[in-house]
Each structure stands twice: as structure tokens, then as C-alpha cells.
């Protein structure tokens, strides 16, 4: 009996560890999840269609009956384009022999009633070094104005450093004592002009002689090139220099340079390799080589002994030159003024030798002269070629006249008193034939136009009380109503024409023509 209450016992000690492991083996599988299966799968796009749609063409009767409703609805307009036919043909042409507009463009920008100035800019160090602004020139876009410093009352050979300053007009917050770019020069600066279509390129002329290119696009060394002290080259203050479109090459031009020592040389910038600056050709102002003007013979001997005792070279028969401009008609011709008062016509083709000692040159210098007109009772400081008019020019000097000439007489043809003081610079406006504009020595610029019955100035500007003189000026070639006014005080001021003086009148040129005849006559 013993052994089978033990064997009892075991049996359910068995089943009881069946049931457990059965229910821990329940209890696992309802908390394990399920193996996760994953999938990639992309699709793009492999192929496109282009469709279109076209009317088909109408054919027999529909074509004819669309044809015959079309006709019938502009029926009308034939016969009246047939019977004005004759009457419009006659006015056009009547238009195309017109000239009543002749010479007129339409200004298309907001009239301005007033003159105002603008700005007023300044390099605050010119002041501190008692430097005056020699030149301005604007760039070839209109929005940057460029303005060399020195001194306008030189004399011995100056040591003093000076610098050539920029201005962004359109530039957002423009600061008028803080220039865009300031360029530091060893010398004084004596003559400077903007490239006429490379707007960083600026050209200027130092009072020891030497013609410099400067590069203001990048952070490099602003010059580009320089000519140095050389045989060929100048020895003595450079006056003008002056951009010439070369005839060999489209894209090259020349430099122009003008000294007081009575040299005119032409510079080559060549447009693949701008660093180098070669002279093509030189020319040089000899007494005994002038023409003769039509003017009395005493008189001409006297401002020709003037103009000798005037040169700044070792021989007294070498012209000093003060002024220098191009003709925009004639790419043969250009004017040349003295220290003396003498006015020449000058041609570049002319290959009469100059008689000048020039050993070493490697360009033997011509004589240019081909026409002198009536000598001024002093330096000639400016001269200007019209834009309109391909015979007309003003000249002004020291004897504080504006002169308008005709290349075609030696007298002049008008002269206009302008101030009891010097004119430093006359400038005709690009906008308007009879206007121009005069910079003199007491600190007023006097804008004249020659199409009022009075020669009285149209407008004068005039900045502030003090007595500065107005050294130089220049228009802005892309907006004519600027006029960019430099001074002794080292300011250049931006001034705002008003329409009146800006924008040309109807007929203007021919008033010009007619007013050159009738004072030639």
C-alpha cells in the first residue's frame, strides 16, 4: 500500500510539471511579435510625349465662303486705304525732306525748372596739404566722377605728393568726404581723362612729365602702366592728355599728351597687352615753324615773342603748350594753345621734320602746325571743339573772354566777357548747340547760351562765400544735365542743370549754322 500512495505521488508530481511547462510555453508565444518583413521600391518616370493640335485647311466651298465673308467685312477699310492712299504718300514725302527736327532729341526724363547742386565732394586730406583740384572727368557710363589734385599756381619742379580720387554716384550711401577709391601719386597731377569705353581705365598727366594709366577694377596695383622719365617722353609738366581712337585697329586707342615744353606725343595702348605704352609719334612746336595768321604782322610778332619768352625749354624758340583738344568731325585734325596766346590748327598727318635737336629719339618729332589763328592777350588755358557744329570752337585763357572760332578764319567770330579774372576751362554742353560753360578764377562757373538776343549768362553757379577759383569742369556724357565743378578749396561739386539749359529746342542746329554764317559774314 506504501508503494502505491509513493507512485501516486509521483504521477502528480509529473503531470503538475507537464502543466507548467505547457502554460510557460502559452505564456511565451502570446508576448513574442511576429518576424518584420521590409520592402524597397522606387519608380520614375522613363519616357515623355509632345502633342499638338492645327486646324485643318479649308477647302473648296467653306474656304470660298470664308474668303467671301472676310472680304465683305473689310470691304470698308480697302476703300478707304485706296482713297487716302495718294494723300499719305504725299505727306511722307514732304516729312523726308523736312529739317524741322533736325538735330532734336527727345529728353523723355523729368523736367527740372531749377539749377541745384547736388554734391558737394571732398578729400579731406587735399585740404590739410593746401592742394587744389587740377581736373575732373567723368566716366564713360556717367556714374563715376574721377578729379586729380595739385596746384594750379605751380612753378619750380614740385616734390609734393597728391592723389587722384573716385566717386559711385549710384552708388547707395554715397559720403561725400570719403571717396570710392583713392589713388596716392608721388607728384602733383596736372591733366586726367576717362577712358571713353572702359569705364575702369583713367589716364592722367604729372607735373614731372609722365603719362600714367591707372586700373581701378581691381585690388591690385592701380597702375597699369607708366611712361617714366625717357628720352622720347616729356621732361616737363604734362597739361592735357586726351583718349584717341586708333584707325589701324578697332578697340585700340592712343594717348594724347601735351607738355609745356612744346611737345605733343601719341601714345599706343595696345587692347591685348594693356601694360605696355608705346610712342607711335611725336610732334613739336617750333617758332620758326608757325604758320602766319591773317592778323597784323606787328601784332603777331609780339605774341609770338611772347609765347617764346614764355617756354618752359632751354631753347627760345620752342612753344610752351598749355591746351589741347581733338576734332570730333575730323580724326586728322586737332587744336592746339600756348603759354604765349598762340592758337594753332594742327593735322597729324603733316610730315615736315620739326627743327629741334632730338638725340637718341627713337620717333624723330614733325611739325604739326597747319593754320594759326589771332594770338589771346594771354595763356590759352582751354579749348573746345563743338560737338554740333564740325568748324565751330570757344577758347578761353587768362584774359577772362570766351572766343567762339571758325577753323575757317583766323579773327575770331564772337567774343563773350565772361569775368574780370582768368577762365580756366569752356566746355560746350552735349545736350544743347549754343550752350556752354565757363569755370573762372573767382569761384563762379557762368553758363551762357548763345540763342538769347543778350550775351548775358544764363546761369551762374556759385558755391558758398569764399573766393575760390573754379579750376575745371565737365558735363556728364550720359546725363548732360550734370555738370561736375572742381575748385582751389579742393571740392567738386555736382551740379543739376535745369531743363531750360539741357534740353535742345527745335531747329537748334540750324540756329547754330545760321549764327555762324551771319557772324562770318
Given at each position: ?18 502543466r ?40 473648296g466651298?467653306a ?21 487716302v ?40 586730406g ?21 578729379c ?50 572702359q ?6 598727366g ?21 611712361t617714366?622719365?625717357?628720352?622720347d ?20 586707342y592712343?594717348l594724347?599728351?601735351c ?18 605704352l ?37 631753347s627760345?624758340?620752342?612753344?610752351g ?47 604739326p ?5 589771332r ?26 573772354e ?40 573767382t ?23 569764399a ?44 540756329q ?10
Amino acid at each position: 500500500m506504501m508503494f502505491s500512495d509513493e507512485a501516486a505521488a509521483c504521477v502528480e508530481i509529473q503531470s503538475s510539471w507537464r502543466r507548467s511547462q505547457q502554460s510557460f510555453q502559452n505564456h511565451n508565444q502570446g508576448c513574442q511579435t511576429k518576424a518584420l518583413q521590409a520592402a524597397e521600391a522606387a519608380v520614375q518616370s522613363v519616357c515623355s510625349t509632345d502633342s499638338g493640335t492645327q486646324t485643318e485647311p479649308q477647302h473648296g466651298a467653306a474656304a470660298a465662303a470664308a474668303a467671301g465673308a472676310e472680304q465683305l467685312q473689310h470691304s470698308g477699310l480697302l476703300e478707304f486705304l485706296q482713297r487716302v492712299e495718294d494723300d499719305v504718300v504725299q505727306q511722307l514725302a514732304s516729312r523726308d525732306r523736312s529739317h524741322a527736327f533736325d538735330g532734336f532729341n527727345v529728353n523723355w526724363e523729368e523736367r527740372v525748372d531749377g539749377v541745384s547742386c547736388l554734391h558737394c565732394l571732398h578729400w579731406p586730406g587735399a585740404a590739410e596739404r593746401g592742394l587744389h583740384v587740377t581736373a575732373v572727368s567723368w566716366g564713360c557710363t556717367g556714374r563715376l566722377v574721377a578729379c586729380a589734385y595739385g596746384r594750379i599756381d605751380g612753378g619750380d619742379w614740385s616734390t609734393q605728393s597728391s592723389v587722384v580720387c573716385t566717386w559711385n554716384l549710384q552708388r547707395g550711401g554715397l559720403k561725400a568726404q570719403q571717396a570710392a577709391q583713392t589713388l596716392d601719386v608721388p607728384t602733383a597731377v596736372t591733366a586726367l581723362c576717362c577712358h571713353p569705353s572702359q569705364p575702369a581705365l583713367i589716364a592722367g598727366g604729372l607735373y614731372t612729365g609722365e603719362v600714367v594709366v591707372w586700373d581701378t577694377s581691381g585690388t591690385r596695383d592701380p597702375v597699369l602702366v607708366q611712361t617714366g622719365m625717357s628720352v622720347d617722353g616729356h621732361r616737363e609738366p604734362v597739361y592735357h592728355v586726351e583718349w584717341l581712337q586708333q584707325q589701324q585697329k578697332k578697340g585700340d586707342y592712343g594717348l594724347l599728351s601735351c607738355c609745356s615744353g612744346g611737345k605733343v606725343l601719341l601714345w599706343r595702348l595696345d587692347s591685348l597687352d594693356q601694360q605696355n605704352l608705346s610712342l607711335t609719334a611725336a610732334y613739336a612746336l617750333v617758332q620758326q615753324q608757325l604758320p602766319h595768321s591773317s592778323s597784323s604782322s606787328s601784332s603777331s610778332s609780339r605774341f609770338k615773342r611772347q609765347a617764346a619768352g614764355h617756354s618752359s625749354s632751354s631753347s627760345a624758340s620752342v612753344v610752351g603748350l598749355t591746351s589741347l583738344d581733338l576734332s570730333p568731325w575730323d580724326s586728322n585734325t586737332f587744336l592746339l594753345g600756348s603759354e604765349g596766346g598762340l592758337l594753332l590748327r594742327c593735322s597729324f598727318s603733316r610730315h615736315t621734320l620739326a627743327a629741334v635737336s632730338s638725340p637718341g629719339h627713337t620717333v624723330a618729332p614733325r611739325a604739326p602746325a597747319v593754320f594759326s589763328f589771332r594770338p589771346a592777350s594771354g595763356p590759352v588755358h582751354s579749348i573746345h571743339c563743338s560737338p554740333f557744329h564740325r568748324n565751330l570752337f570757344v577758347q578761353a585763357g587768362a584774359d577772362g573772354e570766351v572766343h567762339l572760332h571758325s577753323l575757317l578764319r583766323s579773327e575770331p567770330l564772337l567774343s563773350v566777357r565772361v569775368s574780370h579774372s582768368s577762365v580756366f576751362q569752356v566746355r560746350w554742353s552735349p545736350a544743347r548747340p549754343l550752350v556752354f560753360a565757363a569755370a573762372t578764377g573767382t569761384g563762379e562757373v557762368q553758363v551762357f547760351d548763345l540763342g538769347v538776343r543778350t550775351l548775358k549768362p544764363a546761369a551762374t553757379l556759385s558755391q558758398g562765400e569764399a573766393a575760390h577759383a573754379a579750376t575745371c569742369l565737365a558735363f556728364n556724357p550720359a546725363s548732360p544735365e550734370l555738370l561736375a565743378v572742381g575748385g582751389t578749396d579742393a571740392t567738386v561739386c555736382i551740379w543739376r542743370l535745369s531743363a531750360e539749359l539741357t534740353q535742345q529746342k527745335p531747329r537748334e542746329s540750324r540756329q547754330l549754322e545760321q549764327l555762324a554764317n551771319q557772324l562770318a559774314d
